[in-house]
């Protein structure tokens, strides 16, 4: 089967919201601040203060970064 690469929110277990990656740029480009607001949306990531694209929040800057992919926002790998 064809693996795609994608962004899923489980609460509880279950899938809550799903998406690809086409909506945040695109495997190649993936921006980070797009996948931030869909998780916000989504109710998975608290709101920022500052909700602007170029700037992290405080409470964001002190997260450590992920050592995968480096994101500083809670999250899972899974394959």
Known sequence: SLVRPSVA???DGVC???AGYA???G???LQVS???RWL???GALE???DESDGESSEEEA???SCAICGRTYKHEHVR
């Open 23 to 25: 909506p945040f740029g």
């Open 40 to 42: 916000r949306r989504a």
């Open 9 to 11: 929110s489980v609460v």
């Open 34 to 36: 797009r996948v931030r």
């Open 62 to 64: 002190e997260c450590e």
């Open 47 to 49: 709101a920022a203060n």
């Open 16 to 18: 809550a919201v799903a």
């Open 27 to 29: 495997v190649e480009e």
